[in-house]
């Protein structure tokens, strides 16, 4: 009998790392011809899950879920959104991407949006694109094609990013000395990771490719050519930066900080040279980086997180502390045991037994201590083992907790994670800096999975604490998929059994369906009910996980302010479970919406006719784990009083039930069963007699010259083909057709708009579409909100709402001089609206032709101007309660409010300002005053704001709040304000110095090239 501690694929011995060691490796290298066919090969696959955008008239973005809504609805098909869970990529990427194309092209740079909110800024939004180099073709694309083209582009944008990460894995891999099986599988299993495929078309996807180039070229700095390798990292790592998502980004720079401080410490004048490949590739990222931290510090998105700072250092679990505490001592028992002991076919079988017997005793510690962790353990634990256990967005929908694309991104194809785990256990492979990628696998592993005690204190780091350590998924896909090569090629067989075993057990623990918990029959199930409150639509049993209405009335004799839902959970007797309680805001209304109309008509008859009504969509059992919960309404008054009633609203039980795919399942089987006895069927094969022979021109015997070589590429070849199936429709491909065709309402808005914005209802014209045809609206989503913007809103909202979802034209003051302020002029309606401050301008069933649109449009009879003039100013807290006090009674053309200290000597009596012209940097007007005089600009304050008068730089004013305000004495004036903040003019500058320092690094690398090239020919390498 062989040792079991001897690499199982017997390809090659463990090696020591040295950064220092001579130029020409004694390992194969990635030649030119490999490249070339790695490239073709990358390419291939890639275009399997995009067929129908490269081929066919389809465009690989998630459009559809924006495009069901009116006005493009009515002229499409009615079609169930492929993956509702995309539907950003409908609402902010294709509207910005098509802003950011037409600025660039009109010579009107992307600086600052004036189409969302009040304004917001441009470059501050990465996600926008408007550096991402990887937008910038779309840009050549509509200039030469126009939108076919454009959206042509999106395809061949997305093929070309998960081709790269596929061949920047098996680059990565070749480099640190796998073999091509080892390097391919590293490939696949970057390439088709959950990150990367769930996120392909998000800024998140336009990142982790250059996570293995820039860590590929790291590791090239101790090697022949230094200079090109340090500028080669930097590019890569300015790449990743200028992808969109700063937080992915940040994953990638500390997975490459680590890698450089590795080469450091073994070779100090290479690692400072890859300290200073990412310190400039930072800065040629700095153009992005600046404007970013700028928005970032004034948005509403820190705001939350800085609210959320104190609930998320609360606690730590320290039960989780110490079982993952004894989990590490198991594993690293069971490496130092396959490293001292040894298994001979001539100490009769005792060793053998021993073997085993550590197998099982770290399988039963590994699945018991994860069973103890399980409670404390998200979703997302599971579904890295098997992705579609409760469902799959591309065949027949996601049922689960959360949203699939965020909770499966850790995921690796099976025969990845078990050998990757066989890797971990054995200890020994061929792979330089293993230990340094042992430990990022785990630990950024652990955290993508968000596993108790680690995530806790994860959340104490500053700033970047409170953000998705999903995110760490980048990390984890390529470390995973490295020491998966590693262990194909080195890992013993003992190893891989032990792994297989654990793994199995974890995977048959989940797959195991033991039905619902029951509750005590003591549990009150039924809301309560009389005439005062009654309940319409509430989760009854046990609830699959999918979103339910939750929907009441209360009596119009019952005096309350607000309402909010307590969700807690409770146990079998009804008891609350410590800890886990949850609070949403109920949205009033006066009626009931047309869902609870349509599921529960009987229950609405029986409400009194002046009934108050509350719901929240948030109430769905989908937002929550498994379990039982109790609801209850609580009544309150003003801000911070106690509740002043409660009711119960029912009680029921999380339950979902897993789903077993035949696919997936054969994956699994035969994925683990092939790791495990693949070689031995392979060395069965080659001992075949003439099997070898069976291959014309020797290619059987390159294949299987080693005596296991079959083996190690069809593992290759099943980690390649389960990612093709998780990919299987997790990326919708919409016909072109369905991608915001012409409509009368954007025709007519574009025609009747001007200089104002237009506000919809919830289910038109979702925010941000407007960009799409160059519209304005107030109503936006750019993943970090301007959070004075959010604060005003609250002016224009009533008590007791959801300001997200009572933010449309039914939900707020249409007359209410705070949100006249906000500059809309024309209402976008799913049915008619009376209200007598608009007019209606087209509808679906006008009787002339030109009139008639597929929504209701009304226009505001007098709305204020764009820009005006005060003649006095008050204090803010002045101003706010003179129009809260009396808002019918306030005109805000009569006096406005400044923070700071202005006091006309002589204030107007005439003034007379000209329409805006507007641009995306720019907005200018003439103004003319017998007196002095504030001018108001409704369009949102921001730092970088610069005003112009007559040519001449003065202070720009925050007038009314949020808006922008200048004074201005007697006379005729040329008021030009234009965005232009240093943060974005120090950015350009850094990044331009530092793509010279780049520039000049490949220069002179390539020069000292070609003089040792014409010195000492030699092959060439990557």
């Not at 090696?15 to 990358?42: C, G, H, K, Q, Y």
């Not at 490496?335 to 085993?356: E, F, I, K, P």
């Not at 005690?453 to 999903?470: E, H, I, K, N, S």
């Not at 048959?508 to 003591?522: R, V």
Request: charged fraction near 20%.
């Amino acid at each position: 009998m062989s040792d079991p501690n001897i690499p199982a694929h017997g390809s090659r011995a463990p090696r020591a790392e040295d950064d220092s060691a001579p130029a020409v490796s004694a390992r194969p290298t990635l030649w030119r011809r490999e490249a070339w066919a790695v490239a073709l090969f990358a390419l291939v696959v890639a275009a399997l899950p995009l067929l129908g955008a490269l081929l066919g008239g389809r465009v690989a973005l998630a459009v559809d879920g924006a495009s069901a809504h009116l006005p493009w609805a009515a002229h499409l098909d009615p079609e169930p959104v492929q993956n509702a869970e995309l539907a950003d990529q409908g609402v902010q990427f294709y509207p910005f991407y098509r802003w950011v194309a037409r600025s660039w092209l009109d010579g009107d740079p992307p600086f600052w949006c004036p189409g969302i909110y009040a304004g917001a800024p441009g470059f501050g939004n990465a996600q926008a694109g408007a550096l991402d180099p990887q937008v910038w073709p779309l840009v050549l694309l509509e200039a030469v094609g126009g939108k076919e083209l454009f959206d042509r582009g999106l395809g061949w944008g997305a093929w070309l990013r998960l081709a790269l990460a596929l061949g920047g894995g098996y680059a990565l891999a070749r480099r640190l000395g796998l073999g091509r099986p080892g390097a391919l599988l590293c490939g696949c299993a970057f390439g088709f990771s959950g990150y990367q495929v769930l996120w392909l078309n998000h800024a998140l996807g336009h990142v982790t490719p250059f996570l293995p180039w820039t860590l590929f070229f790291l590791e090239g700095i101790p090697r022949r050519r230094p200079l090109l390798s340090c500028a080669g990292a930097a590019l890569a790592f300015a790449l990743a930066i200028l992808g969109g998502h700063v937080e992915t980004a940040f994953y990638v720079g500390c997975a490459a900080g680590a890698w450089a401080v590795s080469i450091l410490m073994r070779n100090p004048r290479a690692g400072c040279l890859a300290l200073f490949a990412l310190a400039i590739g930072t800065g040629c990222g700095a153009a992005s980086l600046l404007p970013v931290y700028e928005y970032l510090d004034l948005s509403a998105a820190k705001y939350i997180r800085d609210l959320s700072a104190t609930q998320a250092h609360a606690s730590v679990d320290f039960k989780a502390l110490g079982a993952l505490v004894v989990l590490a001592g198991v594993v690293l028992a069971f490496r130092r045991y396959l490293t001292q002991s040894s298994v001979s076919a001539d100490n009769d079988g005792h060793a053998r037994r021993a073997a085993v017997s550590a197998v099982l005793g770290l399988a039963l510690a590994c699945v018991g201590i994860g069973f103890l962790l399980s409670p404390g353990l998200g979703v997302g634990a599971k579904l890295a083992l098997v992705p579609d256990l409760f469902g799959h967005p591309g065949r027949g929908g996601y049922r689960g907790e959360g949203t699939f694309v965020e909770n499966a991104s850790a995921w690796v194809s099976f025969p990845v994670l078990l050998l990757a785990f066989a890797g971990v256990l054995g200890g020994q492979g061929v792979l330089r800096r293993r230990a340094l990628i042992c430990g990022l696998a785990v630990v950024s592993f652990l955290l993508a999975i968000e596993l108790p005690f680690l995530v806790d204190l994860y959340r104490f780091v500053p700033v970047v604490g409170l953000g998705a350590t999903v995110r760490c998924a980048s990390v984890s896909a390529l470390m995973l998929g490295l020491l998966a090569g590693d262990a194909l090629e080195s890992s013993g067989r003992l190893a891989r059994f032990a792994a297989g075993v654990t793994l199995a057990v974890f995977a048959g623990g989940l797959l195991f369906d033991g039905g619902p918990p029951q509750m005590e029959a003591s549990v009150q199930v039924v809301p309560d009910g009389d005439e005062l409150f009654g309940m319409v639509c509430y989760p009854e049993g046990a609830r699959d996980g999918r979103e339910v209405p939750f929907e009441g009335w209360v009596s119009a004799a019952v005096p309350f302010e607000r309402a909010r839902m307590v969700i807690e959970r409770i146990d079998a007797t009804g008891q609350p479970v410590h800890g886990q309680r949850f609070e949403v805001p109920l949205s009033i209304t006066d009626a009931p919406s047309a869902r609870a109309v349509d599921l529960a008509s009987e229950r609405v008859s029986e409400a009194p006719a002046d009934a108050r009504w509350f719901s929240t969509p948030t109430g769905g059992s989908g937002v929550l784990a498994d379990g039982h919960f109790g609801l209850r309404v609580e009544f309150l008054g003003p801000e911070g009083s106690k509740p002043l009633g409660v009711r119960r609203a029912g009680a029921f039980t999380v339950h979902r039930g897993v789903e077993r795919d035949p696919l997936t399942l054969a994956f699994l089987l035969v994925g683990g069963l092939w790791v495990l006895f693949g070689a031995r069927f392979s060395r069965f094969l080659g001992n075949r007699g003439g099997s070898r022979r069976s291959f014309p021109g020797g290619w059987g015997r390159r294949w299987l010259a080693a005596e296991d070589g079959l083996a190690v590429w069809v593992v290759a070849g099943l980690v390649l083909l389960q990612g093709l199936h998780f990919a299987r429709g997790v990326n919708p491909l919409v016909p072109r057709e369905r991608v915001f065709p012409a409509t009368r309402t954007e025709e007519i808005l574009a025609r009747e708009l001007g200089p104002y914005r237009f506000f919809s209802d919830a289910d038109v014209m979702p925010p941000n579409t407007g960009l799409v045809r160059g519209l304005a609206g107030i109503q936006g989503y750019d993943a970090m909100d301007v959070a004075a913007f959010n604060f005003y809103r609250e002016n224009v909202l009533p008590g007791g709402v959801n300001a997200l979802l009572a933010w449309t034209p039914r939900g707020v003051d249409l007359a209410h001089p705070a949100f006249r302020l906000y500059g809309v002029g024309m209402l976008v309606c799913s049915a008619p609206l009376e209200h007598p401050g608009w007019e209606l301008v087209a509808s679906p069933d006008s009787d002339h032709e030109e009139a008639r649109a597929e929504t209701w449009i009304y226009r505001a009879r007098d709305p204020l101007p764009r820009a005006f003039c005060v003649p006095r100013a008050l204090s803010l807290e002045e101003f706010v309660t003179l129009f809260r006090s009396d808002p019918e009674g306030f005109d805000p053309r009569s006096v406005g409010a400044i923070e700071e200290d202005w006091r006309p000597s002589h204030p107007f009596t005439e003034a007379d300002v000209s329409r805006p012209r507007f641009s995306n940097n720019e907005v200018s007007m003439r103004a003319r005053l017998n007196g002095d005089g504030l001018l108001i600009l409704t369009e949102q304050d921001f730092p970088g704001w610069n005003v112009y008068v007559n040519g001449v730089k003065k202070e720009v004013l925050t007038a009314d709040m949020i808006f922008r305000g200048v004074a201005l004495e007697a006379g005729e004036h040329e008021v030009v304000f234009r965005y232009e903040p240093r943060s974005i003019r120090n950015g350009l500058w850094i990044s331009g110095l530092s793509a010279l320092a780049i520039a000049a690094l490949f220069a002179v690398g390539l020069s000292r090239r070609l003089d040792s090239s014409s010195n000492t020919p030699h092959r060439s390498q990557i």
